[in-house]
Nanobody, 115 residues
Framework: QVQLVESGGGLVQAGGSLRLSCAAS????????MAWYRQAPGKQREMVAT???????YYVNSVKDRFTITRDNTKNTMTLQMNSLKPEDTAVYYC?????????WGQGTQVTVSS
């Protein structure tokens, strides 16, 4: 089955940390670049970090130096380590390829950061 399953979200105080996990099917993970996305209420979904098979990574400025994306190509899994969380990080977080495959969005995992 082709699937993307996110987990690890929760409620955390500002300044705290969370680690999100993504389990993907092999056919999805075989795509060169994977990414984490997030969508806050009333806002469009945005990409926050990408990871290519080569090891190259990219972060948007709002999360750079606070978030770290990693992937395990042998297990078809990916993580997003989030440190120094801010209330503006509150959103539903999703994993997918970059560019995204629109037919394969999972349920996402909710991250709520209290002030």
């Amino acid at each position: 089955q082709v699937q993307l399953v996110e987990s690890g979200g929760g409620l955390v105080q500002a300044g705290g940390s969370l680690r999100l996990s993504c389990a993907a099917s092999g056919i999805i993970f075989s795509i060169n670049t994977m990414a984490w996305y997030r969508q806050a209420p009333g806002k469009q979904r945005e990409m926050v970090a990408t990871s290519a098979k080569s090891g190259s990574t990219y972060y948007v400025n709002s999360v750079k130096d606070r978030f770290t994306i990693t992937r395990d190509n042998t297990k078809n899994t990916m993580t997003l380590q989030m440190n120094s969380l801010k209330p503006e990080d509150t959103a539903v977080y999703y994993c997918n390829t970059w560019p995204e495959l629109n037919g394969y969005w999972g349920q996402g995992t909710q991250v709520t950061v209290s002030s």
